[in-house]
């Protein structure tokens, strides 16, 4: 079974530049999720959607992070414009559905470095 | 405010330790708690619970959860250099089957020194 597909693996950007990142989520599954992590920090959940639906974006910085899964399938994640805080690894993720027995599977995840 | 609280954020030991590792929550409607194994990569599944004091076993890994107390523990063997890496602890929650959420604790950093 094919796991979750990110890409671009790596990103060096300057300062007010924009970026995107795609997910390509496990096949059948209706969660996805974007994640923000900080060196030596845990994950930072930004949004969850529920096929091509917004459940949850209440930690989405929304003046300058855009999210969007049209089809319910694959989503992609934009910054614009950056700033040199959003250095990160933006983990994408994904789950059968929501409930207490639907396990998370994440990607290798897309590391931003801004310069 | 919903959290998760890992102890400790680092711990080094030497190869044949025996470690515990432990996370706290403070949640509303908890419906389940993971543990990830995050080396330099995405985080990987290894446990999932949600029933009070049934143990989970792996091999070496083994983890238990306490919902009256709101806390779980993870322990790990006779450890092995391979066993370095960050562990997160995540909680699952919410009051519907389809506005869930999940947070992560802050990660234990784990280093297995041979």
């Known amino acids: 079974e094919a796991g979750v597909a990110q890409s671009p693996r790596y990103k060096i950007i300057e300062k007010r530049q924009s970026v995107a990142f795609w997910c390509n989520p496990i096949?059948?599954?209706?969660?996805l999720y974007w994640y923000q992590q900080i060196l030596g920090q845990g994950p930072k959940l930004l949004i969850q959607f529920q096929n091509n639906g917004v459940v949850d974006d209440s930690q989405l910085p929304k003046d300058r992070f855009s999210a969007e899964r049209l089809k319910g399938v694959d989503s992609t994640l934009k910054i614009q414009p950056a700033k040199l805080e959003d250095s990160a690894v933006y983990l994408c993720?994904?789950?059968?559905?929501w409930g207490a027995g639907n396990t998370i599977y994440f990607g290798e995840g897309s590391w931003l470095t801004v310069v | 405010e919903d959290k998760v609280v890992q102890s400790p954020l680092s711990l080094v030991v030497h190869e044949g330790d025996t470690v515990t590792l432990n996370c706290s929550y403070e949640v509303t409607n908890f419906r389940s708690l993971l543990w990830y194994k995050q080396e330099k990569k995405a985080p990987t599944f290894l446990f999932m619970l949600?029933?009070?004091?049934i143990e989970k076993k792996s091999g070496r890994l083994s983890s238990i959860l306490d919902k009256k107390e709101l806390f779980s523990i993870l322990n790990i063997t006779a450890t092995q250099t391979g066993d370095s890496a960050v562990y997160l602890c995540a909680v699952s929650f919410g009051v519907s089957s389809n506005t869930g959420k999940l947070i992560f604790g802050q990660g234990t950093t784990l280093q297995v020194k041979p």
């Open positions: 993720a994904s789950s059968p559905g």
């Open positions: 096949s059948g599954h209706a969660t």
């Open positions: 949600t029933s009070s004091g």
